[in-house]
């Protein structure tokens, strides 16, 4: 080929060409070009520049610049930040023409040609899009025959094959009605736009089998179901909430792989993240503090001056969460970024926020206000990292790959300070640019090539040859900065100049470094292997010891778990290792390099525990070492050393599950459908050697994945990847089908997951939405309990035995993924370990204070009374009324909340025309509403409770399962909180005393839920659900925050109050028992204070019982805190003024006051304090009938308020109706 010319112009690298000529001629004659930058460029063939005005009749002989005046449209339908146009080509057929364009969402959209060529006026063009692609498409081609066409993206590295069909209606795609556009000749032939057709069309399409038949989903059969059968001395349990909880309290792993530059420290404690966990890791005191986040930790930034932490999360909302590192609790919610976050850091002042996600847009955060300063796209291939210029909060550098970029903020949007900076050459030519830090004022840049770019004043000053491969990080120490390599790590002085070097095979491990961080003395390195290693700055050394690491775990899917009586446990993974754990010494004991994947261990149960077999292989053989269904016996000397005494393959596949009987019998479970029991002889002690010999070989069904031993060691019970749970008689192998023979058998462990006294665990709503339960184990001494870890990631403790379906649990969030396999350890602990994040959560179990007190005691359903049931609401109704800031009444009536103003109540003014209309609706039984000095608030369906905050200014209420937060002043919504844990029938609301939680009780039909909704900025516009757990069966008649402790919360009913506390992610419960039903409660200082159904009142301090006092003749059914003490009312209408130390300061009796013949129990109780807040001037009662009374504690007079709208309530059926009384007038003022 000769060269015919050359065309410069572009700043950037052209993307796309195109060919055109003059109207009439077939010869290309001009260019035009787009580039990476959005430059739209128009030359002859010559290579001389034109004008896109000259070029506006040139026929395109292609389609490919997006940039370009025929696209016009297509690019104003991507308002906002809904992506941009990446790709294009045109599409004729037989009908009118279109074009195709791909997107960065990697989505495909067809408009019609006309449309888009058109100026962008308010109505945007129409379109049809197709989804597809994981990222960027980069390329649209169509084929000859207009029957196919083809898209490519390099982002998931596919080529999409799509088949073109015909809409139904003839004109194709619709029009949009532009007003330039000539309208169409409806008198001669069809119109090109005809909506009426369409509609037609889609009248005569059925809807109605789709949206009336829900989609089934397929679920696992439960064939295990049919091999369970009761124990003789079985006894029924509707199974209540467990009298034992967990409390995590350390964790083995680091999270090396797929994350960047997380391992920081701050005094030192060591901030880094593990899975979906931040960890706070005391060097001092050895101890760890957690912070659990929704989904995966992609990266964090830590403000050393403000101890603060943002970590991104792999999912959204939310991607930022600003964590406070001393107390471990968010601070701020914060979310732009879409598909994950690459990179954070804060600016000096630690106010601001800068973001780069997987979309390629850089966000800046005002994080204390959860607002977005400015924004952009970034415009490059890839980021890498990006942070803010030194002492300033309106200047950023960009890096990645291929360029180094300067911002600037400047007004609501991002600015590119200068154009990229250019650093490469032929003699440094440099792929990409990895991390950013500082050594003084001075910016420093690592590269591809092992560089370190100095910067001064946003210009390359100095460039030095830091390692022989890619710097990894960077990171700023005293006197210069710290740099780290995939094989090692340098320390460098301010000048530049290296002071030591340190290769990682000195340290003992094989695994990259992909973290570092210099610590006063110490400098900490994070390696993609899970490892953590201290090291000296001085010279270099480990601090640990010669291959000890700070922090160790596996560094793939830890399967294989084994626990020996003494403590001590250990675990075997994919990465090849065994390692044995002392819980105590929190700390890896002994390691052994078993050279090929691992996925079961089982210790010998002997006093010494010196044996260990280990089964290898994993379901995908990627190594030719490896050998699945080999299986060894380690002996472990007194030195610590291992020895491998025995090895044997009797499988081919790897190898599901070991269990040892006596040390004498050992079970050895492999994919390929066997079990193998194998007996064992020693004869020595410890042994040295040892003889097997192959007792029975069990041919299964399936896969087995659990099983366990009798306590006599002749059977066995085996659970089957197929849910298949089968008995065998050990010796001779034999297959037991009458399942009623061992109905009685005691177990030496408690493993399956398919078996009668674990058939609780298994919910019907986990296992619909594909949730199953991956491993257990059952502690039968110390408060019986069953641990299980699902697919999810939980841990669930339920008591044992737990054969209800209706079983309560509660749940703990814990690992990144999968479970692999969950264990209880003697001394009362938990080991977990999780699939994906490679780690090994140890828990501590919390026996109830009041467990023993409840020994003996059998719960059932049926202690819920009749005359409990009369103190139980229908799960509908709301009898509150309450007092806002400004002196107003609330009050719920059927759909609405009655806002109610005392002080613009006048007799309703009507005329003679209005006489019979008032008659009539009064005999009819309707109230009606005075329009001067009642509003309301609307709700969809009936109130089913509603409560005030601390500060009276929003009110909350709820209808089913939404709660909406609204100002009584104005009657607007503040936000609607709502969630599927949140079932229907929500009883009781409750706002924290700084009003930033509130507490939700509501019912499934069968348990009492328990949800705390949250908010950050007080405002409540970011509320989210912060927790949840299950309550129990009896219903719930009071819940609130304590008054000195917001994280705690008490709730009581049918003989029980539950004391609650946030930990870890979860709510713990501290459960006691009383022998009457509590039905309110009120938190008095550190007091609480419940009234029983006999009329009593408790006085609880500490969580025991110090008082208690008959208060009333009847049962008291409200209480409220006061100045003075508080206020107690009864089902006979008593209202009671109570001093702090139970002395009665003044009695009310509202029945003698009610013009209603039935009684008036006291449902609601409120109260307007002085001023100065030393005494009760007022209070609020409304009764179970629906009337409202005020009291005048001054006056001592009480005061009818009003009557209208109110509900009446049955006593001995709770059965809610409309009470037949006419609007009433307010029989006297109060004072």
């Not at 030359?43 to 026929?59: A, H, M, N, V």
């Not at 209606?169 to 532009?178: E, V």
């Not at 890839?382 to 960009?398: I, P, Q």
């Not at 924290?992 to 019912?1003: E, N, Q």
Request: proline share 3%; aromatic share 8%.
């Amino acid at each position: 080929f000769q060269l015919l010319t050359k065309a410069r112009g572009h700043h950037s690298s052209p993307i796309s060409i195109d060919f055109g000529c003059d109207k009439g001629s077939h010869s290309a004659a001009f260019l035009r070009s787009n580039s990476i930058r959005g430059e739209a460029m128009f030359w002859t063939t010559r290579g001389k520049i034109q004008t896109p005005l000259s070029q506006r009749d040139t026929e395109w002989e292609s389609q490919s610049c997006v940039f370009s005046a025929s696209l016009e449209g297509a690019h104003s339908s991507y308002g906002g930040h809904a992506g941009k146009v990446t790709s294009c080509c045109p599409f004729s057929n037989n009908q009118a023409p279109s074009i195709l364009v791909g997107d960065s969402n990697g989505s495909l959209r067809v408009f019609r040609t006309s449309d888009i060529q058109h100026s962008v006026t308010a109505v945007q063009p129409l379109f049809l899009e197709y989804h597809g692609h994981a990222g960027s498409i980069q390329s649209i081609q169509v084929s000859e025959d207009f029957k196919s066409v083809y898209t490519m993206s390099c982002r998931d590295s596919c080529i999409f094959q799509w088949k073109h069909t015909a809409l139904s209606w003839d004109q194709g795609l619709p029009s949009a009605p532009l007003k330039n556009r000539p309208q169409p000749n409806l008198q001669s032939g069809r119109a090109s736009f005809d909506m009426q057709d369409m509609i037609d069309q889609m009248d005569d399409l059925d809807f109605s089998k789709e949206s009336t038949t829900k989609k089934k989903v397929a679920h696992k059969p439960r064939p295990w179901t049919r091999s369970i059968v009761a124990p003789t001395k079985f006894v029924p349990s509707h199974g209540s909430l467990p009298d034992s909880q967990l409390a995590l309290e350390r964790i083995y792993g680091y999270s090396g792989n797929g994350v960047k530059n997380n391992l920081h420290c701050l005094s030192y404690r060591m901030i880094y993240s593990v899975g979906k966990v931040l960890v706070r890791s005391d060097l001092q005191d050895d101890k760890q503090e957690f912070f659990f986040a929704s989904s995966k930790i992609t990266c964090l930034s830590v403000h050393h001056k403000k101890t603060i932490c943002a970590i991104g999360q792999e999912e959204s909302p939310p991607d930022i969460i600003i964590v406070d590192l001393m107390t471990m609790q968010p601070l701020s919610f914060l979310s732009r970024n879409a598909k994950g976050l690459i990179c954070l850091d804060f600016d000096d002042n630690g106010n601001y926020v800068v973001s780069v996600g997987n979309s390629q847009e850089i966000v800046v955060h005002d994080w204390k206000n959860g607002a977005v300063i400015a924004s952009c796209r970034t415009h490059g291939l890839e980021t890498l990292d990006v942070k803010f210029l030194k002492g300033s909060s309106n200047r950023l550098v960009e890096c990645g790959r291929c360029f180094v970029r300067f911002w600037r903020v400047a007004g609501c949007s991002l600015c590119a300070a200068g154009d990229e900076v250019k650093l490469n050459s032929l003699e440094n030519h440099t792929q990409y640019y990895s991390c950013l830090c500082w050594n003084g004022g001075n910016l420093l840049v690592g590269t591809s090539t092992g560089q370190v770019i100095q910067f001064e004043e946003n210009e390359p000053h100095k460039r030095i040859k830091a390692h022989q491969s890619a710097v990894t990080n960077i990171s700023c120490a005293n006197d210069g900065f710290v740099t780290s390599s995939a094989d090692g790590f340098k320390h460098w002085s301010s000048e530049m100049k290296c002071i030591l070097s340190i290769y990682t095979q000195a340290l003992g491990t094989k695994h990259h470094i992909c973290s570092i961080c210099w610590a006063k003395d110490m400098i900490l390195i994070g390696t993609s292997g899970d490892e953590i290693w201290q090291v000296s700055s001085d010279d270099g050394s480990n601090l640990n010891g010669d291959g000890k690491a700070l922090m160790s775990s596996h560094s793939s899917s830890p399967f294989g778990i084994s626990v020996h009586p003494n403590g001590t446990f250990a675990t075997c993974g994919e990465d090849g290792f065994l390692r044995v754990w002392n819980l105590f010494d929190h700390q890896e004991n002994l390691s052994f390099d078993l050279g090929m994947p691992a996925r079961s261990c089982a210790f010998s149960p002997d006093a010494i525990g010196r044996m260990i077999a280990v089964g290898f292989g994993k379901p995908v053989k990627d190594n030719a070492r490896t050998i699945n269904g080999k299986w060894i016996i380690l002996n472990i000397s007194d030195k610590g050393d291992f020895q491998i005494i025995f090895e044997r393959r009797d499988s081919r596949k790897f190898i599901t599950e070991m269990k040892w009987h006596n040390s004498d019998r050992l079970a050895v479970g492999s994919s390929d459908k066997k079990i193998c029991v194998y007996q064992l002889t020693t004869e020595t002690k410890p042994a040295t050697t040892v003889g097997v010999a192959l007792l029975s070989m069990i041919d299964l069904v399936s896969p087995p994945i659990h099983f366990d031993f009798s306590k006599d060691g002749k059977y066995l019970r085996a659970n089957y990847e197929s849910h298949e749970l089968h008995y065998f008689e050990v010796g001779p192998g034999l297959h037991i089908k009458e399942q009623s023979r061992l109905k009685d058998t005691q177990w030496e462990t408690e493993t399956c997951i398919f078996e009668w006294n674990v058939q609780g665990v298994w919910r019907k709503e986990d296992t619909e939405a594909g949730t199953e339960i991956v491993s257990l184990d059952c502690s039968i001494q110390d408060c019986p309990s069953i641990v299980s870890g699902d697919s999810r990631g939980r841990l669930k403790i339920h008591q044992f035995p737990c054969t209800s379906a209706r079983a309560q649990y509660i749940t703990y969030p814990a690992h990144l993924g999968p479970i692999g396999k969950v264990r209880w350890i003697s001394g009362g602990y938990v080991v977990s370990t999780g699939e994906k994040d490679n780690a090994l959560f140890c828990w501590r179990k919390d026996v109830d204070d009041g467990f023993g007190d409840r020994l003996g005691v059998v719960e059932s359903a049926a202690d819920l009374d009749k005359d409990d049931a009369s103190l139980a609401s229908d799960g509908v109704s709301c009898h509150s009324a309450l007092y806002d800031f400004v002196g107003q009444i609330i009050y719920p009536s059927s759909g609405n909340c009655v806002i109610f103003d005392k002080r613009r109540q006048t007799r309703p003014r009507h005329d003679e025309r209005d006489v019979e209309t008032l008659e009539a609706s009064v005999d009819s039984g309707l109230g009606l509403s005075r329009q001067d000095s009642h509003d309301s608030f609307q709700h969809e369906a009936t109130v089913s409770a509603i409560c005030t905050s601390h500060s009276r200014q929003l009110m909350a209420s709820s209808h089913d399962e939404t709660i909406r937060l609204w100002d009584s002043q104005c009657s607007e919504v503040a936000t609607i909180l709502s969630d599927d844990h949140q079932q229907h029938n929500v009883s009781i609301l409750s706002f924290s005393p700084d009003d930033t939680k509130l507490v939700s009780v509501s019912s499934d039909g069968h348990n009492q839920i328990i949800c705390v909704w949250m908010t950050l900025n007080g405002e409540w516009n970011d509320a989210h659900l912060h927790l949840q757990t299950l309550a129990g069966h009896e219903k719930v008649y009071f819940c609130h925050f304590t008054a000195t402790n917001q994280a705690h919360l008490v709730s009581g009913g049918s003989h029980h109050v539950n004391f609650w506390s946030e930990r870890h992610s979860t709510l713990g419960v501290s459960k006691h028992s009383h022998q009457d039903t509590l039905s309110c409660g009120v938190s008095v200082h550190e007091t609480l204070i419940t009234g029983t159904k006999s009329g009593a009142l408790v006085v609880w301090e500490e969580q025991k019982i110090v008082k208690e006092v008959q208060a009333h003749n009847d049962g008291v059914l409200s209480l409220c805190a006061c100045p003075e003490g508080f206020v107690s009312g009864c089902c006979k209408g008593v209202v009671i003024l109570w001093s702090n130390t139970l002395q009665k300061v003044a009695s009310f009796d509202v029945a003698q006051s009610s013009p209603s013949s039935l009684q008036s129990a006291i449902c609601s109780i409120d109260i307007t304090p002085h001023l100065n807040g030393s005494s009760t001037m007022k209070i609020l009662v409304r009764t179970r009938y629906g009337e409202i009374f005020e009291i005048s504690c001054l006056a001592e007079q009480v005061y009818l308020l009003c009557t209208a709208g109110c509900e009446h309530v049955d006593m001995n059926r709770g059965v809610s109706s409309v009470s037949p009384c006419p609007v009433r007038p307010v029989i006297g003022e109060s004072i």
